[in-house]
T-cell receptor
């Protein structure tokens, strides 16, 4: 089944800088979601963008979706040390995946104080 | 508090034994999922359930079994047929099945180690 491919695999930035993570996929989707995981914990939902939407904001998070390029990006502005975590994109729906939530490999973000 | 609870947090199993991981939710969600996560990796779907008394295999179902006798509960059994069961197991639920555009809520995970 399809899976999102995330880029970069790891990202290290200084506090206050912006962090951008990308997710690419291969088939159609109903929506794309971003989740955060602190080490050894469960995942926490950050934002959901539907296939007919192009951009969504939530606090310091900005997500874009380009269905023609089959890609999405997550931007975290003015990063904080507390943003250090792994970030995953998850794809819902699409060919052969109706109702499933399929996760990418994740981007590990380190924000240095 | 509403949420999804996994137990135990840590579990040790001897080779050749079956072991069952618990997942309970009080969110009144129809859909439930089990994922496996290996160190430094993403989540891989083991089984999912759309509704009570129904479940489907995910991408890596071999060596695992599930049941969905109650809406609130979706236990996962790791059988002796699973060759490499040491992993972090995550249970999740969402309001409904299908293209309903809803988020998933996750438990805190169970770390299974074969000794």
């Amino acid at each position: 089944s399809q899976q999102g491919e995330e880029d970069p695999q790891a990202l290290s930035i200084q506090e206050g800088e912006n962090a951008t993570m990308n997710c690419s996929y291969k088939t159609s989707i109903n929506n794309l979601q971003w989740y955060r995981q602190n080490s050894g914990r469960g995942l926490v939902h950050l934002i959901l963008i539907r296939s007919n939407e192009r951009e969504k904001h939530s606090g310091r998070l900005r997500v874009t979706l380009d269905t023609s390029k089959k890609s999405s990006s997550l931007l975290i502005t003015a990063s904080r040390a507390a943003d250090t975590a792994s970030y995953f994109c998850a794809l819902e729906g699409g060919s052969g995946n109706t109702g499933k939530l399929i996760f990418g490999q994740g981007t590990t973000l380190q924000v240095k104080p | 508090d509403g949420g999804i609870t996994q137990s135990p947090k840590y579990l040790f199993r001897k080779e050749g034994q079956n072991v069952t991981l618990s997942c309970e939710q009080n969110l009144n969600h129809d859909a439930m999922y089990w994922y496996r996560q290996d160190p430094g990796q993403g989540l891989r779907l083991i089984y999912y359930s759309q509704i009570v008394n129904d479940f489907q295999k995910g991408d890596i179902a071999e060596g695992y079994s599930v049941s969905r006798e109650k809406k609130e509960s979706f236990p996962l059994t790791v059988t002796s047929a699973q060759k490499n069961p040491t992993a972090f197991y995550l249970c999740a639920s969402s309001i409904a099945w299908g293209p309903m555009n809803t988020e998933a809520f996750f438990g805190q995970g169970t770390r299974l180690t074969v000794v």
